[in-house]
């Protein structure tokens, strides 16, 4: 069976119907998913049963792996698999009194993944071992629609602008261990970012906000840089711009870091959630002059 790529929403996201990721996959049928990935920023796939080496030999097609993020505030260790430094465990299950993986079971907002970093991964593999019935979506927000449908006035103001990401908290709003809250932005800690940068693949621009909580653009007064943050996190995250995913056992999430968001809706604590992580490794965002 060849390989068939059904688009998900007018806005993002595709489905590939027709591989199985846990055998190989022919170099053919990879240039294809690769393609339809640049194509349409977010891929599905359904029905798999794919082991924990598997999904890590298929990430590293892509690109080399980032290593799993050390625990969060509210967890311990570096939420891994034993032995499997590539894969991340995200779950609100706890065993023998400990957290198993990372995230629990709150709602996280509207971000970019790990924008407080100099080189943000490039993309994501998140698979579904265990979810809840009902909630628990994850949303993916397309960034090329959000920078294309802005005003000429306002991609003139922001092109030169660079924005401070906030290294401090996590995607789920928690305080990391060993930071102290912000109570000045202009203090903020992290890394610098251009807000609109250029696909290195596509040269495609987008717009490239991070986490809005703790956000100070360079140059700016706060209150001129709570202003703007404010407009441009309105405007990314209109519902026309989105898709959200209801999951399943054996669904896989394919997303591009560098053009899209992504939030996730909480869930009933006493439901379970397992799914594993893996990161494709990055560049250091740019802007390409036009």
């Known amino acids: 069976m060849s390989i068939e790529v059904r688009p998900i929403s007018e806005a993002i996201g595709a489905e590939i119907v027709g591989v199985n990721l846990n055998q190989d996959v022919q170099e053919g049928e990879f240039q294809r998913i690769l393609s339809a990935w640049h194509d349409h920023l977010v891929l599905l796939f359904r029905g ?94 397309n960034m090329y629609q959000a920078y294309e449908t802005l005003s000429d006035e306002m991609k003139l103001r922001i092109e030169p602008l660079i924005a401070v990401h906030d290294n401090s908290l996590s995607s789920a709003g928690t305080l990391r261990k060993g930071f102290k809250p912000v109570d000045d932005v202009t203090q903020t800690s992290g890394t610098r970012h251009p807000l609109v940068r250029t696909h290195p ?4 621009r987008a717009l490239f906000l991070g986490r809005r909580q703790n956000q100070y653009v360079l140059g700016l007064s706060i ?57 494709i490794q990055g560049d250091k965002p740019y802007l390409e002059a036009a």
Request: net charge negative.
């Open 48 to 141: 798999q049963s794919i082991s924990d080496e598997r999904l890590i030999e298929f990430s590293k097609r892509f690109r080399n792996l980032d290593l799993a993020p050390p625990g969060e505030a509210y967890n311990t260790g570096t939420n891994t698999p034993p032995g499997l430094p590539e894969i991340t465990i995200l779950s609100n299950v706890v065993e023998n009194g400990v957290p198993i993986g990372a995230l629990s079971n709150m709602e996280c907002v509207w971000h970019i993944d790990m924008t407080y970093n100099d080189k943000p991964p490039a993309g994501c593999l998140l698979y579904a071992l265990e979810v809840p019935e009902e909630r628990g979506k994850t949303g993916v927000s």
């Open 201 to 204: 693949v596509t040269g495609r």
């Open 223 to 279: 209150e001129e840089s709570g202003a703007l943050l404010d407009e441009l996190w309105a405007h990314a995250t209109k519902p026309e711009f989105a898709w959200h995913h209801r999951w399943a056992v054996g669904y896989l999430l394919l997303w591009d870091n560098r053009c899209i968001m992504h939030r996730r809706d909480s869930f009933p604590s006493s439901s379970r959630r397992i799914l594993h992580r893996t990161q």
